[in-house]
């Protein structure tokens, strides 16, 4: 009897001792549900780029990301940087997995693979011919597509204690699937969100 309550005893001061570690422990590493918008995207591109992250484990993460040009020409003043070519996409939805390195939970450095569904237009060289089957000229059109890529990012997640992080990375893609399209897609990140 006296060897059944000792083991009682050892087992609820175990359990008083983890749950007062949970209780000690920062929101940041107890909490799995982060909200995120790139504000680079809306000043320079009018752009609205809003993302939703879920941690899985303290290592990886699986997150969905929403992007929409309001306005198809943001470079009107002809200046050094064409701001225009840089997003060829209009709209797009696109699912990530991060895996972080170290210890921590879901911050820090990290790998991601991604997947890509976008619509919008890219300028393509068409070139015209004659009856006959004869070069006559090579113009630049504007074609529609829609086409799903999928690609790679390495980046940083660093998380304040009250939840706040920022998000850096850079991602870069294939196009699987439309000639019209553009065969590579880079995907510059830079979000500013809330763990929650």
């Known amino acids: 009897m006296k060897q059944t309550l000792i083991a ?3 087992l609820f001061s175990f359990k008083f ?8 422990l920062p929101p940041r ?4 549900n982060e909200i995120s918008i790139n504000p680079i995207n809306i000043i320079a591109f009018g752009a609205i780029d809003i993302g939703y992250e879920r941690i899985l484990t303290n290592n990886t993460t699986l997150g969905f990301d929403f992007f929409y040009r309001f306005s198809d020409n943001v470079d009107s003043d002809n200046d050094i940087i064409d701001r225009d070519g840089i997003f060829d996409k209009e709209i797009a939805f696109t699912t990530r997995f991060k895996y972080f390195f170290g210890s921590r939970v879901a911050r820090g ?3 991601e693979t991604f997947g890509m569904l976008s619509s919008g237009d890219h300028d393509n060289y068409i070139d015209f011919f004659d009856d006959q089957g004869i070069f006559i000229s090579s113009r630049k059109v504007s074609e529609d597509y829609t086409d799903f890529a999928l690609g790679f990012s390495v980046g940083g997640k660093f998380v304040a204690k009250n939840g706040f992080f920022i998000d850096i990375g850079f991602g870069i893609g294939r196009n ?8 590579i897609i880079v995907r510059p990140n830079l979000y500013l969100g809330y763990r929650f």
């Open 29 to 32: 590493d107890i909490n799995k």
């Open 17 to 24: 001792s983890f749950a007062q570690d949970q209780s000690d």
């Open 109 to 111: 450095f990290y790998v």
């Open 176 to 183: 699987l699937f439309n000639e019209k399209s553009p065969q």
């Open 8 to 10: 009682i005893i050892i």
